[in-house]
């Protein structure tokens, strides 16, 4: 037996609760895992309070992230004692994920855990994280430098904008971040925001072109903050998009890209291949240090990970959380 939240939908409701749950609650894998941490990201919110229909069959574990040590691996791609990490794939969707003490899972969707990372540190990180070094890494292959000029950070204060502050500021770049909570502000400058601005500036309809300031854009809110931030990038700058927490619309124009040459790239990181994964990561571990860890970073355990996912929905949760689920 082992601990896990499960997610049941029946003729009671749509309810999410921390459950003893027994190697049959498993799904086909060719790899056993003890997890050691996973982290609730906005997604893994939706999927505990049913907000938005992510989980696709019942009942379900939820949790997109894990770090763990492989039990093991019919496969031969791992061998037992490993510490290997799990970033999206549809686990916590339609694959029981890492909000439990145990996973079964695909070796192909794993990958080594860095050896200058722990795996609370990794599920520090998570998707959030890691989504983030994506837009980066996406800004600096269109050519972006330093001397480019102002980074925009949206939703910075969420786990994505927390770490695309972070990760640009490390590597010189100047860093403006946008939040509603901009009471806060005094934490983003921390991580290395140079300046913050209400997000009420870039949330409500505008017009199709706006004056010119941004060199680059990391956007994890979409709808109308999206389409602000493309009509006042700089000419041949970039806009790197990954997620809605606005809403998933896109009301505006093209014409920042045909009159700008501002090119919109989205940044998936739920199906990304491998390759483009540990490029991420080995990334992440060269650029993050133990203190960028302790400034995004709150431990709680699993009956805490249900209690808290309306809250990171509300916007009312700072930075990561990491989800201790042997505590």
Known sequence: ?????????????????????????????????????????????????????????FPMIPGI???????????GKFTPGDKVLLNGFGVGEVHCGGLAQQARLKSDWLIPLPESISPKQAMAIGTAGYT???????????????????????????????YAIALLS????????????????DYLTSLGAVSVIDRNTLSEPGRPLAKERWAGVVDSVGSHTLVNACASTKY?????????????DLPGTV???????VTLVGIDSVMRPLTDRIEAWDKLAKLLDSTTFDDVANEINLQDAVNIAPDLLAGKVKGRVVVNVNS
């Open 132 to 162: 983030a070094m994506l837009c980066v890494i996406a800004l600096e292959k269109h050519g972006l430098t330093p001397a480019s000029g102002e980074i925009l950070v949206t939703g910075a204060n969420g786990g994505v904008g927390s």
């Open 255 to 261: 014409m920042p890209f045909i009159l700008r040459g």
């Open 236 to 248: 041949g700058g970039i806009v790197a998009a990954c997620g809605l927490a606005q809403g998933f």
């Open 1 to 57: 037996m082992f601990k896990g939240i499960s997610i049941e939908k029946d003729e009671q409701g749509y309810r999410a609760s921390v459950k003893d749950l027994d190697k049959s609650a498993l799904m086909d894998g060719d790899t056993d895992i003890d997890v050691d941490y996973s982290t609730i990201n906005y997604k893994d919110a939706l999927a505990i309070t049913g907000k938005s229909p992510v989980v696709r069959s």
């Open 65 to 75: 992230d894990l770090a763990g040590t492989v039990k093991q691996c019919s496969s």
């Open 170 to 185: 490390k590597l010189g770049f100047t860093v403006v971040a946008s939040t509603g909570r901009v009471a806060e502000s």
